[in-house]
């Protein structure tokens, strides 16, 4: 069993580097619980993370909490500030036994991290005297997530998507170097009418991927504009859907009865949480 632990950079009184509206302790939080639930998906690992919530930690406390658990790896996740841009990986800069294979398994996990961040800049794999990396008793890295002060950087970061991918990469990055299987998924199938209710944590990719289709089928079928969607909302993944556009004057209640469905059925297919629809509006009714 491989024990991975994972350390989201922060959290509590330290909210780490902080611009554009964002704070590094809650992007490092995200992450780190992302890569967990991704790690979930594969067989013979474990993940303990070294905070839960917005709760505040010691540096020493995150090595003494990994080194007691008998971790095989330690990942500590963090944001970039300075005003750069890009991705960059750390380990432990001195001389130390084990440290070409450290370097080894790091240019994995840096080579697929870069491999889910299409355009965004490579700032390379380097080496420094950080406390995460150097009183850890097992092999350890530091990634720094894109620049919190770069407004181009920050936008990405705002995106749960990308988020997302940055979690991908850790986690496939992790699959290759420990040889991690992943576990017999059970296929998904359609409920009666050919749709699937989105889960927390699904992604269009994820929910496309399951059923053999790709993500711009998807959106089309549901009359998608942006890769955002919400736990409880309906997608269709087969057949063909029925739109309206609403008009100035229509109810939710007018559009239900012109298509024999209701209300409530409406509000489920397109993610409403309230009665508010506007003129220009396209909802899918069937």
Do not use: C
């Given at each position: 069993?491989v024990?991975?632990?994972?350390d989201?950079?922060?959290?509590?009184?330290?909210?780490?580097?902080?611009?554009?509206?964002?704070?590094e302790?809650?992007?490092?939080?995200?992450?780190?619980k992302?890569?967990?639930d991704?790690?979930?998906?594969?067989?013979?690992?474990?993940?303990?993370?070294?905070?839960?919530?917005?709760?505040?930690?010691?540096?020493?406390?995150?090595?003494?909490m990994?080194?007691?658990?008998?971790?095989?790896?330690?990942?500590?996740?963090?944001?970039n500030?300075?005003?750069?841009?890009?991705?960059?990986?750390?380990?432990?800069?001195?001389?130390y036994?084990?440290k070409?294979?450290?370097?080894?398994?790091?240019?994995?996990?840096?080579?697929?991290?870069?491999?889910?961040?299409?355009?965004?800049?490579?700032?390379?794999?380097?080496?420094?005297?950080?406390?995460?990396?150097?009183?850890?008793?097992?092999?350890?890295?530091?990634?720094?997530?894109?620049?919190?002060?770069n407004?181009?950087?920050?936008?990405?970061?705002?995106?749960?998507?990308?988020?997302?991918?940055?979690?991908?990469?850790?986690?496939?990055?992790?699959?290759?170097i420990?040889?991690?299987?992943?576990?017999?998924?059970?296929?998904?199938?359609?409920?009666?009418?050919?749709?699937?209710?989105?889960?927390?944590?699904?992604?269009?990719?994820?929910?496309?991927?399951?059923?053999?289709?790709?993500?711009?089928?998807?959106?089309?079928?549901?009359?998608?504009?942006?890769?955002?969607?919400?736990?409880?909302?309906?997608?269709?993944?087969?057949?063909?859907?029925?739109?309206?556009?609403?008009?100035?004057?229509?109810?939710?209640?007018?559009?239900?009865?012109?298509?024999?469905?209701?209300?409530?059925?409406?509000?489920?297919?397109?993610?409403?949480?309230?009665?508010?629809?506007?003129?220009?509006?396209?909802?899918?009714?069937?």
């Amino acid at each position: 069993m491989v024990k991975i632990f994972i350390d989201p950079g922060h959290g509590g009184s330290d909210p780490g580097a902080v611009g554009n509206g964002l704070k590094e302790k809650d992007l490092t939080l995200a992450i780190s619980k992302k890569i967990r639930d991704k790690l979930a998906n594969y067989e013979g690992v474990q993940v303990k993370l070294s905070r839960e919530s917005d709760t505040s930690l010691s540096l020493k406390q995150r090595t003494d909490m990994a080194n007691a658990w008998g971790a095989d790896y330690l990942i500590s996740v963090h944001i970039n500030a300075g005003g750069g841009t890009g991705f960059e990986s750390y380990t432990y800069n001195k001389s130390y036994s084990g440290k070409q294979e450290t370097n080894r398994k790091r240019s994995i996990l840096h080579a697929e991290i870069m491999r889910q961040l299409s355009g965004v800049r490579d700032r390379g794999m380097k080496e420094a005297n950080l406390h995460m990396v150097r009183e850890s008793k097992m092999e350890s890295v530091l990634t720094e997530n894109l620049f919190i002060d770069n407004v181009n950087d920050a936008t990405l970061l705002k995106q749960d998507n990308f988020l997302d991918k940055i979690a991908e990469g850790h986690a496939n990055g992790l699959a290759i170097i420990f040889g991690l299987k992943q576990k017999a998924q059970p296929q998904p199938q359609p409920q009666p009418g050919g749709t699937y209710t989105v889960q927390p944590g699904d992604t269009l990719w994820g929910i496309a991927k399951k059923y053999g289709m790709t993500v711009a089928e998807l959106k089309s079928l549901n009359g998608l504009t942006s890769d955002i969607i919400h736990p409880g909302q309906q997608l269709k993944v087969s057949g063909s859907a029925t739109y309206h556009t609403v008009v100035k004057g229509d109810t939710l209640w007018d559009i239900a009865r012109k298509y024999g469905t209701t209300v409530d059925r409406i509000k489920s297919l397109n993610g409403l949480k309230s009665d508010t629809i506007y003129p220009g509006q396209k909802l899918r009714v069937r």
